[in-house]
């Protein structure tokens, strides 16, 4: 039986496209229920103020750098959205004066110009690379950032990227956001077009994808304008450069936060669900981290929300 057309953008795959079964099964998820979702390998956790779950993200990190020495150097890769952990970062560092000579960093993904056919630079006002610097490795004092050299940031010619990561750097997490598309970095659902028109890419497809340039999904482009560039979608860039499945499969743990500023109610129920059940479908890329041996999902309770009928 085909499957239904998106209900957002006909001529893209996204969660619209699932049984309608499973989007009902998770709106009706409340947080008692999304707590017993954790199995062995995905592990849900719940933090009740905004600072405990800022904190413990940003405590990821310090854990991470912790584990670097010369012969066994460690790194995290981290996202811009949430971004509220970065000065915490930095402040962290300082604080403890932890020297992070040995120590790696990955940023998750940055815009492609289309235009130029490169990343976008520095001073664009969007850039990820830009507000990593920003928030946090520039307020690091000098003496304890990490060499520049171990600063990976995506561009347009992937190469060097990817190399980073099979250079005997161990990533010990990966943090993430959730997009409306339930994506993690920028690996939106693909279009509906060509071997793709019936039928989304399988997982062992999606899986071997690595960093490349992507297409971005049209609410992957609406949620950008909306959480960054105050509703100006003609401020944000139609491609990306995200780090892959690939990449992201060398990380130790893969943890995602949800703090309900990104993803809503029933995105940040229904990926979680997926994962629980190893429900795995394309369209909904972040549920192929069912297969992934260590996951965990940090919600904010205050930010969970509710899938009820409220009409404002």
Known sequence: MPRKLSAIAPDWWDYTTLDSEIIRTAAALTPRDLARLSRPGFKVVFYDTLEDFYLAEALEYIEAWRQSTPDNPVGICGPIGPTEQLPLVARLVNSLGLKLGDAHFWGMDEWFDVATGREVPVTHPLSFERADREMCFDRIQKSLR????????PRADTAAYRKSWNSGVRCAVMQGGQGDTKHWAFNDPVARRGRYKDQPPTAAEFRALTTRVVDLHPLTLAQNARTSGGGNITMVPTRAITVGPVETWQADKVSIWQAGTHDNPLGQRLTALMISQRLVDTAVPMSLLAEHPNVQFNYYRGG???????MH
């Open 146 to 153: 990490p060499p520049e050299a171990n600063l990976h940031f």
């Open 304 to 310: 969970l929300g509710t899938c009820a009928v409220e």
